[in-house]
């Protein structure tokens, strides 16, 4: 299936075990606040709600301070996880 939000319903209906969904965002506005949604949880992944192929999911593995890891080991400053965030969104 391509549409992730409707595949993530099915498992469940289905009795499937799937990781939590955080939340679901549509605008930059949603975006920008991105951080409170995040914060009780160290490790997370963002991926767009249509499929791309795996582009454009991103795996958070942990914290240090105010900067997230990215699986590779990259500290991303919260100002990068909300421009990942705004392509998603516009699509690009």
Known sequence: MDDK???KKIALDGSIA???LC???G???QAKHIG???EPYADFAIKP???SGG???LVITGRSKRLYRKADGTLLPP???NYHLFNIISDM
């Open 49 to 51: 709600s249509r499929g």
């Open 5 to 7: 939000l409707q595949t």
């Open 36 to 38: 409170s949604m995040l």
């Open 18 to 20: 799937v990781p939590t």
């Open 79 to 81: 100002e990068e996880i």
């Open 23 to 25: 939340g679901t965002l």
């Open 55 to 57: 582009e454009g999911i």
């Open 27 to 29: 605008t930059e506005y």
